[in-house]
């Protein structure tokens, strides 16, 4: 199954994004969680690579071995930095080799010490450019991209953004999957931002459930997630209770999700940070994923 696949009338696209371990005991770890999340019967999981390529073949390992184990679909996420054209080729065509037949198409974050993206000589300067490559030279394969419901933040506006969007779209993709949010209004704005502008591909929520009060206000620094103020009252009021904070992020990305759902939304992308807990628990809470 491809990404274009996944989605429809009759289908509800579930995905859970995984990241390559950096020990052989984190590699077997992962793989225990992975198993307590394909219960929930997901149309595809997706792993992330190091700045440059830097996890290339870890990722290839983490995907293809979900693949072989689970019988799942799988996609590679694959960006512009630190990469010339003929090194993506050769990168797709492994991961084609490998089984995998989807694509997270990025233009990616600057590497750690850098403040702002350089193309590579030879390279991709924009994540458009990239999807246009793949549609090409890869037309087989089922190509994601990133929409930022709350801007990216670099983009001088929001109307800018969604043209950037716009035009990955125009490339060749298949769906878009979001940031991280938590406030469901800035998801419906902007999908209703991308209908008004005619993108009409699936526009897929991205959830993180929180489970540490510090982890989550770090992430959202880095992608400009706002974090309703009630909800960091409800973390900070278990500031010294782990547990508490765990389920107070978990009863939050319930209601988020819920809430989600009543706006008839194609799938839920769950950034789930190779653990299975808490996304478990969330989805269990919801009547489509709940055991009878």
């Given amino acids: 199954m491809t990404i274009r696949d996944a989605y429809g009338s009759d289908r509800f696209g579930l995905s859970f994004e995984l990241f390559p371990p950096k020990t052989a005991e984190g590699m077997t770890s992962l793989f225990q969680h992975v198993d307590a999340l394909v219960k929930f019967e997901p149309s595809y999981i997706t792993c992330t690579y190091g700045a440059g390529g830097s996890t290339q073949d870890r990722t290839l390992d983490v995907i293809s071995g979900v693949r072989e184990k689970f019988g799942l679909p799988v996609a590679t996420h694959l960006t512009c930095v630190g990469l010339t054209e003929p090194e993506i080729g050769a990168y797709l065509a492994r991961a084609l080799e490998r089984g995998v037949e989807n694509v997270v198409a990025l233009r990616g974050d600057p590497p750690k010490g850098e403040t702002e993206f350089k193309p590579t000589a030879g390279g991709f300067s924009y994540a458009n450019e990239l999807v246009d490559f793949i549609r090409r030279d890869f037309p087989q394969m089922g190509i994601a991209v990133g929409g930022y419901p709350e801007k990216h933040q670099e983009a001088v506006s929001l109307a800018v953004d969604l043209e950037n969007l716009k035009r990955k779209v ?5 769906a878009i999957i979001t940031q991280l949010f938590y406030n469901n209004d800035d998801y419906f704005r902007f999908r209703d931002a991308c209908r008004n502008l005619g993108i009409e591909i699936p526009i897929v929520p991205g959830i993180l459930p929180v489970t540490n009060l510090a982890q ?15 909800f960091v009252a409800a973390l900070e009021q278990h500031a010294d209770d782990p547990a508490g904070q765990f389920s107070a992020g978990v009863d939050f990305a319930i209601e988020q999700a819920l809430g989600l759902l009543e706006g008839d939304i194609p799938g839920i992308h769950f ?11 969330v989805l269990s809470a919801l009547p489509q994923f709940a055991e009878d």
Wanted: contains cysteine.
């Fill in 170 to 174: 125009d490339a060749g993709a298949d």
């Fill in 216 to 230: 989550i206000q770090r992430i959202a620094s880095l992608c400009g997630a706002k974090l309703p103020p009630r």
């Fill in 271 to 281: 950034y789930v940070l190779n653990k299975s807990e808490a996304t478990s628990r």
